[in-house]
Nanobody, 116 residues
């Protein structure tokens, strides 16, 4: 399986914005998800988008602040994160799967750190 490649993480002050990208070569018709894992915590769901872009879901903790989108022509999925909070600090992973809600290919993760 072709691995996924996240980018765009970094350090930002609270209230700031970041945009994460996930290159998905070899998975053009996959449903995509973003997950995150904070230190000492389990990995949690952030958002997901169907391969067509029609179905989108967000965790309550990010609803209204984060936006997922995809450009299938570029084989890329994006996560625009606005109004970032210190509790958003985590390693963010993108994942791909052919069945909605099930992911079988993961990226290595990108660190997002939000300072207060």
């Amino acid at each position: 399986q072709v691995p996924l490649e996240e980018s765009g993480g970094g350090l930002v002050q609270a209230g700031g914005s970041l945009r994460l990208s996930c290159a998905v070569p070899g998975h053009p018709f996959s449903n995509m998800g973003w997950f995150r894992q904070a230190p000492g915590k389990e990995r949690e769901f952030v958002t997901a988008i169907s391969w067509s872009g029609v179905n989108i879901y967000y965790a309550d903790s990010v609803k209204g602040r984060f936006t997922i989108s995809r450009d299938n022509a570029k084989n890329t999925v994006y996560l625009q994160m606005n109004s970032l909070k210190p509790e958003d600090t985590a390693v963010y992973y993108c994942a791909a799967g052919t069945s909605w809600g099930s992911y079988n290919v993961w990226g290595q993760g990108t660190q997002v750190t939000v300072s207060s």
